[in-house]
Structure formats: structure tokens, C-alpha cells
């Protein structure tokens, strides 16, 4: 046996499934697994309607943020990544859960920008699959929200987190739900991000895809509005005021998702 294999072996052994999270009544959860504190923000109108219906919504966020610094150096600033940032982007996410009325934030804390270091580190991979089985085996969500396969952005920590929520649904993972929605990114939002980079090419799905629409009321984009600005360390007043707007035209009332998995039976590839 390799010595990382043991490795591996080891820490799935040491993380023990913590106990389940107490249902309510009937209470439903929604959990959204995301990598990191403000992927939530394209889809915050919906996640703060169903927390104002009484569903259990909670941010479940893959990475410390301690590197998030790409949007700030876009824009001219300087932000210094580490210890300091990750604290910052702790409380940030905080303050973006209390916005839209969800529980607290579930951190796992996996280094920011990394996820995919295989050669740094061949047991991350391995660690951070069996650390969100874990949390959704607890959570049960009744729905999932996450990244698709493009990562919205196209940012590798995304799109690895996706690729996760869907692979422990094919495997059978206790807990994890069919219903699992990706994030729909559309072009304006990234052109409002960073006027001056625009958008990755190839990333953006066809609208036609996200045939999910999750309507929601003027409180609940005005709880979104709230939640963006607790992102300090990643976007200016400005900045967030501006992709607000152009996220709000494109909303027109109801957030787009993309269904990871097909309804019904397909019974040939060409029709």
C-alpha cells in the first residue's frame, strides 16, 4: 500500500458522522454547498424566500477564503490573503447567513483556491468529499443548491465542489437528494463583476437550460441587497450596487437554476 493511500484511509477513518440534525415538524432544508463565503449571492433571493416560509436553509462553504483577493486586485485595491482575510470572510459570512434569515454558516475550512491540489496534497481530494457527505448525511437536505459544472465563474474551487454534490448523489450517499439545483450564472452578471476582464469564454450555459424558476418577493431581494454588502473584503458598495441591478433585470422576479439531473426515463441517446 502507498503511504498516501494510508493516509487516506486514515482520515476517513477519524471523521465520524456527527449526529443528525433535529427535524422540526415537517419542516423541509435546503442546503446550499458552495466553495466559498458570496457564491451565494446569485442565488440569495430564493434561498431568503424559503427561509421566510419556514424552511431550514443553511450555506454549507468548502474553503477558509483566506485567497480571495481576485476581484479586489481587479479592481486596483489590495487585500493581503491569510489569517486575517479568512477572518474577515468568517464573519462576512455570517453576516450574509443573518441577512437572509438562514442558520449559521457551516465552515469546513479547506484551503481557499486549492481544492483540486492533487500533487500538494493527495488525500484533500478524498478529506473534503467524506467532510460534505458528512455534513449532508447530518443535514438531510430535502434540496440541494450548488455550482454546475461550469463553476459560474469557472473557477476550479466551484466547479470541484459541484462535481462533489453530484458524485455523492450517483454513489447513493446517505442524505443527498435527486433534487439538486446549480447556480445560473448569466453573462451581464459577470460583465458587472468586472467590467473591464468581462467573461471567461465557454462558461456560461444556455438559458435554456435552467428551466428551475424560484419566484420571490420585493423583501426577499431587499434581504439579497443586504447580504451583498456584508461581502467587504470582496466587493465595493459600488460594485455591488451595480451588479445588483443587473442581476435584478435578469431575475425579473424569479432566479434561474439549472436541475443537475433529468426528470423521467430516456429510453435512446438521439431522442
Known sequence: MYPFTLTMVVALLVLSPAPPVPQAGSARTLVAVLAHADDESFAAPALARYAREGVQVYLLLATDGGQGTGMAAARGETVQAGQDLVRARTEEA??????????????????????????????????????????????????????????????????????????????????????????YLPVEAMRAMNPQRGEPPLTVADVSYATTRVAFKPEDLEAAARSLTCHKSQISDEVAQRVLATATKFWNGSVPFVPAFPTGPITSFFR
Open 94 to 183: 455570517r453576516c450574509a447567513a443573518d441577512a437572509l434569515g438562514l442558520k449559521p454558516p457551516i465552515l469546513l475550512s479547506f484551503p481557499d483556491g486549492k481544492l483540486g491540489d492533487y500533487i500538494g496534497d493527495r488525500t484533500l481530494i478524498v478529506r473534503l468529499t467524506q467532510s460534505i457527505a458528512t455534513e449532508l448525511q447530518r443535514l438531510r437536505p430535502d434540496a440541494i443548491v450548488t455550482w454546475g459544472p461550469e463553476g459560474g465563474t469557472g473557477h476550479p474551487d466551484h466547479r470541484i465542489i459541484g462535481d462533489i454534490v453530484t458524485q455523492l448523489r450517483r454513489t447513493g450517499a446517505p442524505g443527498v437528494p435527486e433534487r439538486i439545483f446549480n447556480i
